[in-house]
């Protein structure tokens, strides 16, 4: 029920900039988190910044300052503004969601399918 679709991704050279967008869509469903992960080949995927209903922020600490997170709640959409890109940046993004289905009692993680960034020295 509930849909996620990245998009935005690319090659860019080292200091350039991208900007993810994710849409949620489905029926009968309600959105608290929304945030993006990334995840390089061979590691974890890792948390880069969430942005709650409330608009609470958190990144993680090595895109503090590059990165800004923001959402449209009645879009169900959220965007990553990524400046000042590094070679570490590169990797998978990931639009993850937490979202309730309308009469299930607790929420669930949603994934969209990922969308590439590469950022060449």
């Known amino acids: 029920q509930v849909q996620l679709v990245e998009s935005g991704g690319g090659l860019v050279q080292a200091g350039g900039s991208l900007r993810l967008s994710c849409a949620a869509s489905g029926s009968r469903f309600s959105i608290n988190t929304m945030g993006w992960y990334r995840q390089a080949p061979g590691k974890q995927r890792e948390l880069v910044a969430t942005?709650?209903?409330?608009?609470?922020?958190n990144y993680a600490d090595s895109v503090k300052g590059r990165f800004t997170i923001s959402r449209d709640n009645a879009k169900n959409t959220i965007y990553l503004q990524m400046n000042d890109l590094k070679p570490e940046d590169t990797a998978v993004y990931y639009c993850n969601a937490n979202a309730a289905i309308w009469g299930r009692p607790v929420r669930d993680d949603y994934w969209g399918q990922g969308t590439q960034v590469t950022v060449s020295s």
């Open positions: 942005f709650t209903t409330g608009g609470r922020t």
